[in-house]
């Protein structure tokens, strides 16, 4: 299904292509806010308007604090709307891991935050008549060898090993030998299955704007898009307040101050504590009721995930996700999408068309596990961060988790999720290694994608870096007009790379992205890419303007 994209299409995703929630929700039905246009004082400002900021402006408007929420672009427009929709609360890292690196207690907080988080929105969803095609389903975990080979067996050893651990931590679970997928009809032998119950699934972006509709509706809420945050500051000493300041020179003075933005706007901090990912997706036709409805990961790395979603009265959407690699560090997209169709036709030969394909970004914290509460150095300014896949969940927690401790309730999960943690000692290395890798990816720097602009085919990008000169982001539109901006990344100074696949520049340092017309589609950064001649500024003005 082609996407056929506005100039104001970054307003309303961060990539060229659609994921399929517009399938059934299109962009159109988004509720409409405006910009900010004043200053305000409120009692808590959240910043983002994603599943984690909506999730902590319900739970504290529901208990009676003011909330003002901002938004760089328009609603929704982050990677709540390019997720995969899995709710889970089985963890990237798996739970031998987890508690191998930060302990038993860790672990059980991390089981019992993600399963009240998939209760949660079961909870509001049936509280506020939100149809988003919620349900409870089991998760399966399979082997990437096929059945009878040595690295299966290996891994079977494993599964049986994680099984007992996620019972020790009070989860329904099992190891089914010979189990084997309903609908899973190809050749491909990978039977042998980790069942775990108790996991579900939505549609992401319907559930969101269920809420967001109920919000703007009570009295002790306010929505403001395309209000771009520039600066976060605790001001005073003693009885200390948050000032945020926006591009259009408005400021909101605040008690506390969320930033639900995936990543903080900073320079560094727990921002050089991360890897950023980038990950691909596919929505592809099956029969309706062909295959088990569930959710199914397999043990590759990057591993694929699978779900389900509705399509019309005849077909289901097989949701497939997988093939990640590194913000910046990689060109290969049409491969990584032709491997997940493959994947897919080889293990479920009813598949029918692949009607969407689509990208998203994953904040991989050291340590396993998200950053959400108090940031670091600060007493009134809350983050929520590093979702390591588990995206969704993390933000339906953070409701809870943040809510409470703005209004000084204990909350248990605050030990493992606490930004100000030290990382354990085992995770050093890593961390050292990852401070390096970062740093060679200035190497840019003196590197030029480009010889020449004529190099370029239209609706295409590339860095051309003169010996002479600062290196420049040139775009060419479909019409053959070049655009050119700065290469240098504004949060950090890294040299962009061109995204062929989303029509984006991506900043391999620490994952910052603009959409094709300059504009910010994701931090770290809060500032656009700067124009470097006419036609790039007006590209810029164009990309920014009302639909």
Known sequence: MATVASKSHFLNTSGENDSVWVHK??????PHFEPLTEDLTTDVCVIGSGIAGVSVSYELVTRGVKVVMLEARDILSGESGRTSGHLNSGLDSGFVELASKRGQEAAQLAVDSHTYAINRVGEISKELGIDCEYRQMPGYDISQYERGTD?????VEEFKEEVKKMKELGMTAEYLEGYAIKGWDGKV??????KYEGQATFHPTKYIL???????QQPNFQCYARTRVMSIDEK??????????????????????VEATCVPLQKLSVIAEMSYYRTYCIAIRVPKGSIEDCLLYDSMDPYHYVRFTA??????????????????QEDEWDERYAELESWVRRRFTQAGSVDYKWSGQIFEPIDYTAFIGKNQGNSHIYIITGDFGNGLTHGVLAGKLIADEILGVNNPWSKIYNPKRIPPLSKMPDMISHDVEIN?????????????????????????NPATKKPMAVYKDDQGNVHKFSALCPHMKGVVCWNN???SWDCPVHGSRFGKDGLAICGPTTANMAPADEAGEALLKQGTAAA
């Open 311 to 328: 399509c019309d009265d005849k077909d289901d959407y097989l949701v497939i996700g997988g093939n990640d690699h590194k913000v910046g």
């Open 440 to 464: 060679t990816q200035y190497k840019r720097a003196l590197q030029s994608d480009i010889k020449d602009i004529e190099d370029l085919v239209p609706g295409t990008g590339g860095v051309l």
């Open 189 to 194: 032998d990978q039977r042998d299955v980790v």
């Open 501 to 503: 696949d989303e029509k």
């Open 151 to 155: 690295g299966h067996a290996e891994e």
């Open 236 to 257: 005073g000493l003693l009885n200390k307040n948050v000032k945020i300041g926006t591009d259009g020179g408005q400021t909101v003075t605040c008690a506390n101050a």
């Open 25 to 30: 929700e299109p962009y159109s039905n988004r």
């Open 210 to 216: 269920g809420i967001l509709k109920w919000l703007a």
